[in-house]
């Protein structure tokens, strides 16, 4: 477990730093198109620096507000709080996280934060309604194992800055079709057409950066939070209940989005769900129970 701990807080620098560079490019050629090219790198380098520390405090709230959760209370989520008050004893963590529910019927949950000392569980309204006591039990210890493992840092971190690189590049797109409507020389132009160019390069390439960077977050981090969460409560089998529940679910979590599926329980798009393959963020459920069922 300490190996994987060390690992993840390994993935997340380098992802910070790869961030850090992308968006540094981005910004000078923008500057450089528009013909600020002395002071691009300088503007660049400014920028990137202050977006990413931004990106590192506040992906916890980024990703809160995206989701539109509210916190939870033990007048509304009594059964909910008592869950995580027990497992806390067991899981050896020191700092409570917060809790957030999600109005959504899909059960689901995910864990989020900086690290232990900031860190959120959210579930949805469908996971509170739907699950018996230990099913929401072992949802619970899952999420606090990832908290524990350090995976929410990297998640977290993943999730903004990957919907960050998706947003300039749409920014690009819309800034080029304003500028052609009111540009009306050719150096103008030339920069339109590099600024639309460069806008439909990323706005191709993200959805594929996307992908890559969230194989960073390694599907075996699922099966070690499984066995985890095992290790928090002494039976798989609340904990395979809620997993066999989950994954059959016919209800949409509309605020869902590709950006932070792989921070889930169980990937919220229904069709895929079952789906492994190279590009999947999750183990199939079938595999996750059979894994768990061995530990018994």
Not at 18 to 43: D, H, K, N, P, Q
Not at 226 to 241: E, H, W
């Amino acid at each position: 477990m300490y190996e994987d701990i060390k690992k993840n807080k390994i993935k997340t620098g380098i992802i910070v730093f790869v961030f850090l560079s992308m968006i540094t490019l981005i910004i000078y050629f923008l500057c450089y198109a528009f013909g600020y090219s002395e002071y691009a790198i300088v503007i660049a380098l400014t920028f990137s620096i202050i977006s990413t520390i931004a990106t590192y405090y506040n992906c916890d709230k980024v990703v809160l507000a995206s989701v539109r959760a509210r916190p939870a209370t033990k007048e509304e989520d009594l059964q909910l709080t008592n869950i995580l008050d027990g497992l806390m004893i067991t899981s050896g963590l020191t700092n409570k996280p917060r809790l957030y529910v999600v109005d959504s019927m899909q059960p689901n949950a995910f864990a989020t934060g900086r690290n232990p000392e900031n860190a959120i569980i959210c579930v949805t309204q469908g996971l509170l309604e739907k699950l018996d006591y230990y099913e929401l039990e072992g949802v619970i210890a899952h999420e606090l194992s990832h908290i524990k493992n350090y995976d929410i840092r990297l998640s977290a971190v993943i999730s903004v800055m990957v919907g960050f690189v998706i947003m300039l590049s749409d920014f690009f797109i819309r800034m080029s079709f304003r500028s052609r409507r009111s540009s009306r020389d050719n150096d103008s132009s030339g920069a339109n057409v590099i600024i639309l160019l460069l806008g439909l390069i990323f706005l191709i390439i993200s959805p594929i950066v996307s992908q890559i960077i969230q194989l960073a977050v390694s599907r075996r981090r699922e099966y070690l939070a499984d066995a985890t969460a095992v290790s928090f409560t002494r039976n798989p089998d609340g904990l395979i209940s809620a997993l066999r529940k989950l994954s059959s679910d016919e209800e949409d979590l509309d605020v869902a989005s590709n950006a932070e599926a792989h921070m889930y329980i169980v990937n919220p798009f229904k069709n895929k769900r079952e789906k492994t393959s190279l590009f999947s963020t999750h183990p199939s459920t079938a595999d996750r129970i059979q894994a768990l069922e061995n530990l018994r």
